[in-house]
């Protein structure tokens, strides 16, 4: 087989492979231009979710005639100084996206460059990567890019792209990331002629947080915290969510590096670690966070779409976010989410529930206008619409008085003279009363607060425990006969790498001649564990999360299980007096917004909801 140079076209349409995933990946390269150019305004518009028409316009420095000509050619780019691809101070840098959009789509380009002294603009078309002669155009600053049939050089491509619903979301998504890092900077998006987004610019100091609100909407301001840290090696500032607040799945987890978005591995590990004592398994945080380091300490040419990133040194880094956000959630202190509020609201909702005397024998009993519609569920009737109904009296009218006005056992246990109305003004207030001796009733000089009172001192205890292994070395079991565990040498090394960390554990182990390693001290706390099983997590950790946190996990679960176990458990009448203490104790506290497994301890609500709730305002 003969060997032969492959044309340009060919080379483009193989590139636009990688950079030109489908229409959210062109959108992204292209108002990355126009971020590069300068612009402080960027209006894309699209029909069918960019498959037929995305058009970029910008109000940017602009192209004269010769840039505008070089700018579709392969590797031509302004943003490489002297060629230095360890510098790289601009979102693009390869010189690939143009031409490899141009190669598979009908593309036109109009610009202007602003210190241009003719009265008109050049426009330049590119048909499937063959261009057109150059002309003057009507453009008054900026440039203007339409890309239309996208793909339509490619059908194979075009075949794999998905709904236009599912594509239209990839493209927000992809923008509101690129919105986030350039508060600075006016964005709107239009499909199908209906406006989607308009972001204006923010120049105010609080810009990122106007930014990521307006599209993050609802609970945004009440959920999150503001976390800045200055190192020698890079600032990390952003976004960090309250424990309890949390989602199901780590796609709203948003990283930037110098305002590019990135997915990278190594950040999402620290976020875990970070919050591993506050969220429950399956749960994962909501960050926005923004590194700013020099470029030459970050690699962003790893991949044609920049996505992926690699760090000169990644443990640091790592660390460095780490501490950052630890720092965070130390400040966030006993905070809880408002949205368990709003849930406790709705649940208290009359219109959402009927009393739990609907039983099988009394369903029959009662007659219902018709315009009122419930839907029965294990032996419970649950109301679906709000219109008015009238119930006539019946057997089963009778019933819910008996049931309503049956003698039962207090919920509430409270004596009225042991009220201290001069606790009322701390944050969690002053102790009313136990209900079902699990829950404490505490009111505030603004409304009311449920305690979990197992929950609550179960952190408290935690707490304590941690800082006594904190402040204390950590006391170790010395093994009569040392542990001999065979493993391969790659484990053994990556193993040894990471002798002196394990040793601040308590954990100390040795190399034992070819293919094995002793274990000669454990912690105390895991006297008892398998020990081999210990080394095999430990070295999968060290694999999975660049870095040991099993056996730090293990103490910790160790300390959250005696906590458990040690905690005033639910059931237990408790005085006044006690529950106050437990209420000062958890002000004076870290974390204690949520258990050791990451669930509330506390719900709040406020007067003006209370009174909502009986249509007192």
């Known amino acids: ?180 890092a350039n508060p600075n900077v006016s964005f709107s998006l239009t499909n199908n002629n209906k406006e989607i987004f308009d972001y204006r610019a923010y120049l105010s100091e609080d810009a990122l947080y106007n930014r990521i609100s307006d599209i993050a909407g609802k609970g945004f301001k009440e959920n999150f915290t503001f976390i800045e840290q200055e190192y020698p090696e890079c600032r990390i500032f952003g976004f960090i969510s309250t424990p309890t607040y949390n989602t199901g799945t780590s796609n709203e987890q948003y990283f930037f590096i110098n305002k590019r978005p990135i997915r990278d591995k190594l950040l999402s590990v620290a976020v875990k670690i970070a919050y591993q004592d506050f969220i429950p398994q399956g749960r994962y945080p909501i960050v926005y966070l923004f590194l700013e380091l020099d470029s030459a300490l970050v690699d962003v040419n790893v991949h044609p779409s920049k996505y992926e990133v690699r760090f000169k040194d990644s443990n640091l880094i790592k ?56 839907r029965m569920t294990d032996d419970k009737v649950f109301k679906e619409s709000s219109s008015p109904t009238y119930i006539r009296p019946s057997a089963f009218t009778n019933k819910i008085t008996e049931t309503i006005f049956a003698p039962t056992t207090p919920m509430v246990k409270a004596v009225p003279e042991d009220f ?128 040991q946190i099993s056996l730090e996990k293990k103490i910790k679960h160790f300390l959250a299980t005696f906590a458990c176990h040690h905690s005033i458990r639910a059931g237990r009448n408790l005085s006044i007096k006690e529950m106050n203490d437990l209420l000062r104790e958890m002000e004076s506290t870290e974390h204690t917004g949520q258990c050791n497994h990451g669930r509330p301890t506390y719900i709040k609500l406020n007067l003006k909801d209370i009174e909502r709730l009986f249509e007192r305002v």
């Open 420 to 547: 201290d109305h001069k606790q009322v003004d701390f944050p969690l207030g002053s102790a009313c009363g136990q209900i079902h001796n699990t829950y404490i009733l505490s009111q505030t000089e603004d409304g009311m607060i449920l305690i979990d009172q197992h929950a609550a001192h179960e952190r408290i205890f935690y707490e304590r425990l941690k800082k006594q292994i904190i402040n204390q070395q950590i006391q170790t079991q010395r093994l009569f006969i040392p542990e001999i565990i065979e493993l391969s040498e790659h484990i053994i090394e990556r193993l040894l790498s990471e002798k002196e960390e394990l040793a601040k554990f308590g954990l100390y182990i040795e190399a034992f001649g070819n293919g094995a390693i002793s274990v000669t001290e454990l912690p105390a706390l895991l006297k008892c564990a398998d020990v081999r099983k210990l080394i095999l997590d430990i070295v999968a950790d060290i694999d999975e999360h660049m870095g």
């Open 1 to 180: 087989m003969t060997i032969k140079i492959l044309s340009n076209t060919t080379i483009n349409r193989i590139a636009a492979g990688e950079v030109v995933e489908r229409p959210a990946s062109a959108i992204k390269e292209l108002v990355e231009n126009s971020l590069d150019a300068g612009a402080s305004r960027v209006d894309i518009i699209i029909e069918n979710a960019g498959r037929n028409l995305i058009t970029i316009i910008d109000d940017g420095i602009g192209m004269n005639k010769e840039d505008l000509e070089l700018s579709i050619e392969r590797h031509a780019t302004s943003k490489l100084a002297d060629e230095d691809i360890n510098q790289i101070d601009f979102f693009g840098f390869r010189g690939e996206a143009l031409p490899s959009i141009a190669s598979v789509s009908r593309m036109a380009i109009t610009s202007k460059h602003q210190n241009s002294n003719d009265d008109f603009a050049w426009s330049i078309n590119i048909i499937g990567g063959e261009k057109e002669q150059i002309s003057p155009a009507s453009l008054t600053k900026g440039t203007k890019i339409e890309v239309r049939d996208l793909f339509f050089a490619t059908p194979a491509r075009l075949k794999f792209l998905k709904t236009e619903k599912t594509e239209t979301h990839y493209i927000i998504e992809t923008l509101n990331k690129i919105t986030m």
């Open 319 to 374: 660390n460095l976010v780490i501490s950052a956000i630890k720092q965070g959630i130390r400040e966030i202190g006993s905070k809880a989410s408002d949205h368990l509020s709003f849930a406790a609201i709705d649940a208290f909702i009359p219109e959402t529930r009927h009393p739990e005397a609907f039983t099988e024998g009394s369903r029959d009993n009662y007659n219902m206008d018709s315009s009122l519609k419930f």
